[in-house]
């Protein structure tokens, strides 16, 4: 069944195409929006842990580090020197510990390869799309009909 045997206008058509292409692009930038808030809530996370281990480290460092140095002094009868250094490569393991979980939650980011993929495949079928000539009959007059 044709167009105009449906009794629609290329006017109407044309509205049609229009309405159902913007619904399409809607469409194709709220599935590009899911995916970006989804990579946002892993960097959120990733950022998180990164803060964390840097607030450890600057923040909790030096209180611990003399309250387990004099510890390790008096436990086990080593100078204060060998106390903190031990007191140091502790708090090192640590934070490479959260730097390498945030670095981790920072890799799992991806581009939206759904909503690429998606349009992708929609410019490839509007640009298959060609417009059809219409066949003009001529009457004996040499006028179209």
């Known amino acids: ?12 058509l044309v509205a049609s195409a229009t309405a159902e292409l913007s619904g399409l692009v ?9 995916e ?15 803060l964390a281990g840097a607030l450890l480290a600057l923040f909790a460092v030096p209180l611990f580090s003399f309250a387990l140095a004099f510890w390790l002094r008096n436990w086990w009868g080593v100078p204060t ?12 393991v640590i934070a490479l510990v959260l730097f ?10 991806a581009p939206p390869e759904r909503s690429i993929k998606s349009a992708r495949e929609s410019a490839a079928v509007l640009s298959n799309v060609r417009p059809h000539p219409r066949t003009v009959s001529m009457d004996k007059a040499g006028s179209a009909t």
Not at 81 to 92: D, E, N, R, T
């Open 26 to 34: 809607h469409d194709e930038i709220a599935l590009a929006k899911a």
């Open 81 to 92: 020197a060998v106390a903190c250094a031990v007191v140091g490569g502790l708090y090192v």
């Open 100 to 109: 390498l979980l945030a670095r981790a939650k920072f890799g799992g980011i």
């Open 1 to 12: 069944m044709t167009a105009a045997d449906e009794g629609r206008s290329l006017g109407e």
């Open 36 to 50: 970006v808030r989804r990579d946002v809530r892993k960097a959120l996370f990733g950022s998180a842990a990164g």
